[in-house]
C-alpha cells in the first residue's frame, strides 16, 4: 500500500458525523479510512460522467449519420475563406 503522505480535512455537523461514524463501524472501518472511500468512490463518478456522453441510442445513430452526411455549401462562409485574413498582433 501506498504510504499517505497527504491529509483532507473536512467540518461536518454533528448529525452527519454521526451517521458516518455509524456507517463506518458497520462497515469494520476507521471514519478516516470509510470517508476515504466514499470520496474517492464518488470522486471517480464524476470523473467518468465527465469524460462520457451518454445519447439514446436512436438519437445517436441520427448524430453518425449527419457526421457521414457531407455538408451543404455555404456561400458566405466560402467568401470568408477566400478572403485575405489580417493578423492582429498584442
Not at 20 to 30: D, G, K, N, P, W
Not at 60 to 85: C, H, I, M, S
Amino acid at each position: 500500500m501506498a504510504t499517505r503522505t497527504s491529509r483532507i480535512e473536512l467540518r461536518a455537523d454533528p448529525e452527519r458525523e454521526q451517521r458516518i461514524r455509524y456507517a463506518a463501524e458497520l462497515e469494520h472501518q476507521s471514519v478516516s479510512a470509510f470517508v476515504l472511500a466514499a470520496a474517492a468512490e464518488r470522486a471517480e463518478q464524476v470523473i467518468a460522467s465527465a469524460a462520457a456522453t451518454v445519447l439514446p441510442s436512436d438519437f445517436f445513430d441520427q448524430v453518425w449519420e449527419a457526421l457521414d452526411t457531407p455538408g451543404k455549401p455555404n456561400p458566405a462562409l466560402e467568401r470568408r475563406a477566400q478572403a485575405e485574413r489580417q493578423v492582429e498582433q498584442r
